[in-house]
């Protein structure tokens, strides 16, 4: 559903109409800017946070995670003109939010397994390049990305239970587009596809030095997301349609 809504957004910004005498250049996106921003976060059945046991003390792999939940935070960048209608630049931002899964099942052994996984924090560094039509920019976007995943097991009874906080790197790709909607305030809407990789050590809660590995913690999440930007320097007013 909110990718339908966020691509339907595109295809109107797409289809109004454009003469190309008028066309808005680039200067007013060219400078810093830093905004806020809010979206929401899922893994579908493809996509999970997967965490592989060794089989150790009788415990054989269990499932993955599909996390889902809300987050909010900030973004600042730069952009730079590149011809008349070419824009390219630089933007990190920083989100926390509230996305986790659990369950609790019986798996292949019978153990009763209580698990919880959440992502406390993320965020990215990532270069972007677009094309201005009228007052919109539209872009594309890739870079790195981070974030911090903590998550739980407990077998048979609480005092049986493991956990780990990492901390994991990985990549993102994404698309958005970015509307002026007064002096030097734009809005923006964008999609994210982040993949975080990292190995993990689970620590026994009744055992704090005796924990066991993992061979992957896996975590790949799609974002929508919604938010202004403010741009820095001397009001620049939205070109007219004409």
């Not at 800017?33 to 579908?44: E, H, K, M």
Request: net charge negative.
């Amino acid at each position: 559903m909110l990718r339908s809504v966020f691509f339907t957004v595109a295809a109107l910004v797409l289809l109004k109409p454009v003469n190309a005498a008028a066309q808005d250049t680039t200067a007013p996106w060219t400078g810093f800017y830093a905004g806020i921003n809010g979206g929401y976060a899922w893994s579908g059945d493809t996509s999970v946070s997967r965490l592989e046991f060794f089989p150790i003390a009788g415990f054989l792999n269990e499932p993955g995670f599909e996390m889902e939940g809300a987050f909010g935070g900030g973004q600042i960048g730069y952009n730079f003109a590149l011809g008349s209608q070419i824009v390219l630049g630089i933007e990190a931002d920083f989100q926390g939010g509230d996305i986790d899964d659990g369950y609790h099942i019986t798996d292949a052994l019978l153990n009763d397994v209580v698990a919880q996984s959440s992502l406390n924090w993320f965020g990215t560094v990532r270069a972007r390049a677009g094309i201005v039509v009228n007052r919109t920019l539209i872009y594309a976007t890739g870079g790195l990305a981070y974030g911090e995943i903590e998550s739980s097991f407990a077998f048979n009874n609480p005092l049986n239970s493991f956990s780990a906080t990492t901390q994991e790197t990985g990549y993102v790709l994404g698309g958005g587009l970015e509307t002026q909607i007064a002096p030097n305030w734009s809005f923006k809407a964008e999609y994210q596809h982040i993949n975080l990789d990292a190995d993990a050590r689970f620590n026994s809660a009744a055992n704090p030095g005796t924990g066991f590995d993992i061979d992957k913690l896996k975590t790949q999440l799609d974002t929508v997301r919604v938010g202004v930007n403010y741009k820095f320097g001397a009001d620049r007013e939205p070109a007219p349609l004409k």
